[in-house]
């Protein structure tokens, strides 16, 4: 065992170059893995933080032709805090001349 040791320690002399070399690419590759997951945690946070405060849904649903009563149904499933309704249609914007826009 001794001499496998003393072997490898020669080897590794001879060619010290390579070795650093490569230690010196798995530090760099452990730096940028390290930055890149703290730089998404902190973005993460963040983000549940502004959603938090802003009051944003946590998720939306679109439907085509559903009634009024169809708001009231989601709203009472359980885990559902509150639903809103609304309308939305695409429509033309024509501007006149003469006004302020």
């Not at 001794?2 to 060619?15: A, F, G, I, P």
């Not at 945690?41 to 998720?59: E, K, M, N, P």
């Amino acid at each position: 065992m001794v001499t496998l040791l003393k072997k490898m320690l020669r080897d590794m002399r001879r060619s010290a170059g390579s070795y650093t070399a490569c230690a010196i690419v798995i530090m760099i590759g452990l730096m940028t893995y390290i930055s890149l997951m703290a730089s998404k945690d902190a973005l993460v946070s963040a983000r549940d933080i502004f959603y938090s405060q802003q009051h944003f849904a946590d998720g939306y649903i679109q439907l085509t032709g559903a009634p009024a009563s169809v708001v009231d149904k989601v709203a009472g499933i359980k885990g559902i805090s509150r639903a809103e309704g609304r309308i939305v249609k695409d429509v033309r914007v024509l501007l006149v001349k003469g006004l302020p826009f």
